[in-house]
């Protein structure tokens, strides 16, 4: 199963190529729209805004100023529709981003909502929890996603320098790291800061008002075939979910009561609901790990293999739950990658193209797990997979419209 984060940017590449996002000449392009304060609904003015090329290492590459109804227009002779930007408004030091596709025309609308800050702890609850747990060797390596949300009435940002998401970790527990989604639903690294007692760790990553989902990753020690596991966050959580693999492992626990086997993965599930705030998430694991798989480094341009079998598990019940999650804001996205090549010509040229899409898409889904398991740099991660994208965007763009639009189409709708 690969990353579903990368099908999704396969359909938002269909979505700019059909119309007219990227445009087959390369032609100067135009940015308009407008700034908007969520929390008052009113437009915000003199408000400056950054055009970013990522492919470009972030680079600035136009500016503009919202006038007094919060609008906003910007051209540059460097600007061009066949590339992708994001348009970024700092405000009140919190960054609100936005993707930016252009029509056939190289003319783009792009809207940004930004919220006042709160420095006082809102309302927060975690909707849903999920965490994973594989013994493998001598480690239990340790996933645990959060679905947070803020309930700020009017909608408002957390700002906490000190942290805004706080968490505790065992005693086996190594050092974290931890990622938020971003646009796109993109894992962003995040720093993680240690607090005053063993254990103690928090996030100062903004909290914006509806859902955020954070992730945290570490390690702790399985090299008695045995383990008190225990984790802890700040925050109620409605329903928290515990996936165990290998499935023979002997799983104790007075929180998390079994629910089976899951179907997709073969872990053994567990499930508990209505957990106060600060009450440990806690399970004795006892048996034999799988043995350890060593590690195989990425070579050439493209990411061939998986970096050990707890990303391939992590990664994709990762990506599944950030959809999920998203499904209530608006984004949709594709449901099976097969019914693609069930419907794809089967004229020579259109197999060859949809091999060198696929490879690209498998491409992708590999360096987003290697990122998502903190086995790739950041600044590696994204010149590689800026790359990959770009090469992906060239070749759906040898595919016939009919094909195109009968494909964004379909997937659209799910």
Same mark, same amino acid.
């Given at each position: 199963? +690969? ?66 109804? %919060?609008? *906003? ?28 596709? *252009? ?14 800050? &709160? ?36 909608? !408002? ?9 706080? *968490? ?25 800061? =240690?607090?005053?007692?063993? %254990? ?14 954070? =992730? ?10 045995? #383990? ?32 089976? &086997? ?18 440990? $998430? ?40 950030? #959809? ?14 097969? !019914? ?23 491409? $992708? ?17 994204? +010149? ?11 070749? #759906? +763009? ?17």
């Amino acid at each position: 199963m +690969k990353l579903p984060a990368a099908k999704f940017i396969v359909i938002a590449a269909l979505s700019m190529i059909l119309s007219g996002g990227v445009a087959l000449f390369g032609a100067p392009a135009s940015i308009s729209g407008q700034v908007t304060n969520g929390t008052t609904g009113r437009p915000v003015a003199n408000q400056k805004l950054r055009l970013i090329m990522p492919s470009g290492g972030m680079q600035e590459v136009a500016t503009a100023v919202t006038d007094a109804a %919060g609008r *906003f227009s910007m051209a540059a002779d460097n600007l061009t529709s066949d590339s992708f930007y994001l348009l970024e408004a700092n405000y009140q030091d919190v960054n609100y981003n936005a993707p930016v596709q *252009f029509d056939q025309q190289g003319r783009a609308q792009a809207q940004i909502t930004v919220y006042d800050a &709160t420095h006082t702890a809102p309302p927060l609850r975690i909707q849903s929890a999920r965490i994973i747990l594989r013994a493998e060797g001598n480690k239990l390596h340790v996933q645990e996603m959060f679905a947070i949300r803020n309930l700020t009435s009017p909608a !408002r940002t957390y700002v906490n320098d000190a942290g805004t998401f706080a *968490f505790h970790l065992g005693s086996s527990a190594g050092e974290p790291t931890a990622a938020i989604a971003g646009v796109m639903n993109m894992p962003l690294s995040q720093p993680v800061s =240690s607090g005053k007692q063993h %254990g103690d760790y928090s996030l100062a990553s903004p909290l914006k008002p509806g859902l955020s989902v954070i =992730s945290i990753t570490y390690d702790s020690d399985y090299s008695g075939n045995k #383990l008190d596991w225990e984790a802890s966050v700040g925050y109620p959580v409605d329903t928290a979910e515990l996936l165990v693999s290998p499935p023979a492992l002997s799983v104790g626990s007075v929180l998390f009561q079994p629910q089976g &086997t899951d179907a997709e993965t073969g872990s053994r599930r567990y499930l508990a609901s209505g957990v106060t705030s600060g009450t440990p $998430l806690s399970a004795t694991l006892s048996g034999e790990a799988v043995p350890a798989e060593t590690p195989a480094s990425p070579a050439g341009p493209e990411v061939k293999s998986l970096p050990n079998s707890m990303t391939r598990l992590g990664a994709p019940l990762l990506a599944c739950f950030l #959809l999920l999650l998203f499904w209530g804001l608006g984004v949709r996205v594709a449901k099976e990658w097969p !019914r693609f090549k069930e419907q794809r010509s089967a004229e020579q040229q259109q197999k060859a193209l949809a091999a060198e899409v696929e490879s690209l898409f498998n491409s $992708l889904a590999d360096l987003d797990e290697l990122f998502a398991a903190g086995k790739i740099a950041e600044k590696a991660y994204w +010149k590689e997979r800026l790359d990959l994208k770009a090469r992906l965007v060239t070749a #759906l +763009k040898k595919a016939p419209p009919k094909l195109l639009e009968s494909y964004a189409t379909r997937h659209a709708s799910h």
